[in-house]
């Protein structure tokens, strides 16, 4: 049935009553000056958002061989911050191409990383192949001026707009192309929410203890992030897990955005929770230091050098019943708790619960929290 006169004038009235929230502007700029401006720190590529260039310097090169012959360029978007600075939003692997050919580039996330001073060597250009093994300073003045003076589009978020569609917009933009982790994509866009919960989220994965806890993830899973995207669902399922029901992103993004929220929907103690992770990752750290959510081996008789997200679920959150019942510097207690764990997960029933598919859903997580809740009272 189509829609009566009246319900398109309001929904005409909901659209625009958004776009009264919005505030953009578009200017034309060329590579020299966001070359400059990031120099001079009025261009904020963010720490976490610059580990995310992954462009190879064929693809690099080429998109400097496109800059040479004019081709179109898609639009760059940034956000406006305080005293008219831009934070980008999208476009880092362009711009990450053009000032690692003017050596300005820090990636030390690469194998092997660039350091600020290194020119990108191009290579794998294909329409011009002249240009492979050259860098910027074999190009002769006039293809250098060109390269500078080579425009782009920039579109321009205003301050005053909602923070909310700024996070939708830098969300949306950022879902295809680049293929990011669901944790590197929060981290870029929830910051622009309000970046005080996403940076208490790195905060707590550099926690020593932690990170010894943790020490057994490979180096490709802390590059995408998997440790901050732990420390979240630790807080996420502590707080909130009655909300989990299948989706574990969504329901860990749900949550992100409800503290996030500069509406304040969602109370987050931040003095609160720091020190019951800390309690937390301090008694694991003492208790099983690496091997904390290590599994059995195949005979089930030691654990594995290995990581289980189902263990590091199932007994961060079954510890926390009696956290303020274990004293860290009780070398006794922190002893029988080590000893605890350990029978917990050499018990085949708790094997059962952590091995094989269909372990992600809300009742076989609260049943295995149960488990080690159980096991961790009687010991006690």
């Known amino acids: 049935m189509a829609a ?20 953009t502007q578009s200017l034309d700029l060329s590579f020299n000056e966001l070359l400059d401006m990031h120099r001079s720190n009025e ?21 400097i061989e496109s800059l040479l012959l004019e081709m179109p360029v898609p639009p760059i978007y940034v956000v406006e911050q305080d005293e008219g600075r831009y934070m980008l939003i999208d476009g880092l692997q362009r711009i990450s191409s053009y000032l690692h050919l003017r050596g300005q580039l820090t990636a030390m996330h690469l194998d092997p990383p660039i350091s600020p001073g290194e020119k990108l060597t191009l290579s794998e250009c294909d329409i011009v192949e002249e240009l492979n093994g050259k860098t910027f300073d074999d190009l ?128 987050f103690d931040y003095a609160e929770e720091e020190k019951k992770f800390l309690r937390t990752f301090s008694l694991l750290d ?47 207690g922190v002893s029988k708790l080590g000893t605890t764990l350990m029978a917990i997960k050499l018990d085949p029933d708790f094997i059962k619960l952590t091995t094989g598919g269909g372990k992600n859903s809300s009742g076989q997580l609260a049943e295995r929290v149960r488990f080690v809740e159980e096991r961790i009272e009687a010991t006690l």
């Open 140 to 267: 002769g003045t006039a293809l250098q001026i060109r390269l500078k003076r080579a425009f782009v589009r920039v579109e321009v978020v205003r301050k005053g707009s909602d923070p909310r569609f700024k996070y939708h917009m830098f969300k949306r933009l950022n879902t295809g192309g680049q293929i990011l982790t669901s944790q590197q994509l929060r981290n870029c866009t929830i910051r622009l929410l309000d970046p005080t919960f996403n940076d208490f989220i790195i905060t707590m994965s550099r926690d020593t203890s932690f990170k010894t806890c943790t020490d057994t993830l490979t180096s490709e899973r802390i590059l995408g992030a998997f440790d901050q995207e732990l420390v979240l669902r630790f807080f996420a399922m502590k707080n909130d897990r009655t909300r989990f029901k299948h989706d574990l992103d969504d329901f860990m993004t749900e949550y992100m955005e409800q503290v996030s929220d500069p509406t304040g929907k969602v109370f």
């Open 286 to 332: 003492k208790a099983l230091g690496d091997k904390a959510f290590a599994f059995a081996n195949s005979d089930r008789t030691r654990l594995a050098r290995s990581f289980s997200v189902y263990h590091f679920e199932s007994i961060t959150l079954g510890m926390q019943a009696a956290l303020d019942r274990i004293d860290p510097n009780d070398g006794a």
């Open 43 to 63: 261009l904020d590529i963010s720490p976490e958002y610059q580990r995310l260039f992954q462009w190879t310097e064929g693809a690099q090169s080429r998109f």
């Open 4 to 23: 009566t006169d009246e319900q398109v004038v309001e929904l005409i009235k909901a659209i625009d009553g958004k776009l009264e929230k919005v505030h």
